[in-house]
């Protein structure tokens, strides 16, 4: 697992403050110039492998799903208390339940969905993986699907390929990993790890391996289609920690991560309405302004925005922040 250094090498170099944005930060943006990052090492560890990270929880309020562990952590102690939240509350589970299982239904009704957009303009074979999704939903796809889906060799194909199989991995797992039955369960087990994998190989080959000739619309689509898929699979194993362990060592990671939230640039069905939703004049001016989850999170403590029915930054704001009742 890898996090962004400080500062991108021309900032760095040019002792200049970096914004550090994918794929590229303002400054290099504005002067042309190639925005390459240094990658650095994050000390994390799978709970899957049996193993605890080493830094120390102290939360205070279990009543939300998520936890700011960035305000919350600190580094005095190997391990983590197990008991620092309630393994088996239902808020995790409905969040998979109704955010990512209900994906299909919405692809299949040609909106946008969390993280699948219905104008993002890919080649048949780069989109395969979720024709059947497109289709008709869950109707046309199996359990064999997913099996086989699992034993891609996400290194070998093209990064628009990576991407649509990661998406699809996240829904057929959002699919079985609750079954009744015991073989689609342990299907699913078996390939949490290999989300984890796909996860990592798209975040680091978006860095470099990013798609030309696109326009500014496409581009930014992609882009934004990939920060969602990224943060949405650490999401997921986040979500899947708090049911069944109460607590997720990845929390800090994924508060780290960065998406475009603006709202209504994602919800919009053209290039027309995506340059209005940002107060833009063209589509070069709407650009990219990239937030973590952290601070989109902190900025809508105890506000109730709507987003303009982007369920993606509604969910974001629900399980960082709890949810606020009307009068309360």
């Known amino acids: 697992m890898t996090v962004i250094r400080k500062a991108c090498r021309n900032c760095n170099r040019s002792k200049r403050k970096c914004n550090i944005q994918l794929p590229s930060c303002h400054r290099c943006v504005q002067k ?24 120390w929880l102290q939360l205070k309020d279990h009543d939300r799903l998520g936890h700011c562990l960035l305000r ?6 190997p391990g983590i208390d197990p008991h620092i939240g309630y393994p088996g509350k239902k808020e995790p589970y409905e969040y998979i339940r109704l955010g990512y299982a209900s ?13 699948i957009h219905p104008k993002l303009q890919l080649h048949s074979t780069h989109a395969k993986h979720l024709a059947g999704f497109i ?5 046309d796809v199996t359990f064999q699907d997913f099996t086989r889906l699992a034993q891609i060799d996400i290194a070998a194909i093209p990064l628009e390929e990576a991407l649509t ?6 829904i057929y797992l959002a699919m079985y990993i609750f079954s009744p039955e015991e073989s689609e369960r342990k299907g699913a087990e078996d390939s949490l790890d290999v989300l984890s994998k796909w996860t990592n190989n798209l975040y680091t080959s978006a860095l470099t391996c990013q798609p030309h000739g ?59 309405a995506w340059i209005a939703a940002a107060g833009a004049r063209t589509g070069p001016d709407v650009g990219e302004r990239l937030s973590s989850v952290h601070e989109f999170a902190e900025s809508h403590a105890g506000s109730d925005p709507g987003f303009c029915g982007d369920i993606f930054m509604i969910m974001l704001a ?3 922040n709890g949810y606020k009742r009307t009068g309360a």
């Not at 239904?105 to 909106?111: C, N």
């Not at 199989?165 to 996240?170: E, P």
């Not at 920060?227 to 800090?252: E, H, P, Q």
Request: hydrophobic share 40%; aromatic share 14%; proline share 4%.
């Open 318 to 320: 629900i399980s960082h």
């Open 135 to 139: 289709r008709s939903g869950v109707g």
């Open 165 to 170: 199989a990661c998406q699809a991995l996240i």
């Open 214 to 272: 696109r326009s500014p619309w496409q581009q930014w689509l992609f882009c934004e289609s990939v920060r969602r898929t990224i943060v949405s699979s650490y999401a997921f194993f986040m979500l899947l920690d708090n049911y069944r362990l109460g607590y997720c060592t990845n929390w800090l990671f994924l508060e780290s991560l960065p998406f475009d939230q603006r709202p209504g640039l994602w919800m919009a069905s053209s290039a027309q």
């Open 72 to 77: 919350m952590s600190q580094s005095c102690a």
């Open 103 to 115: 994906i299909p239904e919405i692809v299949k009704e040609k909106k946008p969905a969390i993280f």
């Open 32 to 55: 042309g110039l190639d925005c390459v990052y240094d990658l650095d090492h994050l000390n994390t560890t799978n709970h899957y492998s049996g193993k605890t990270s080493d830094f």
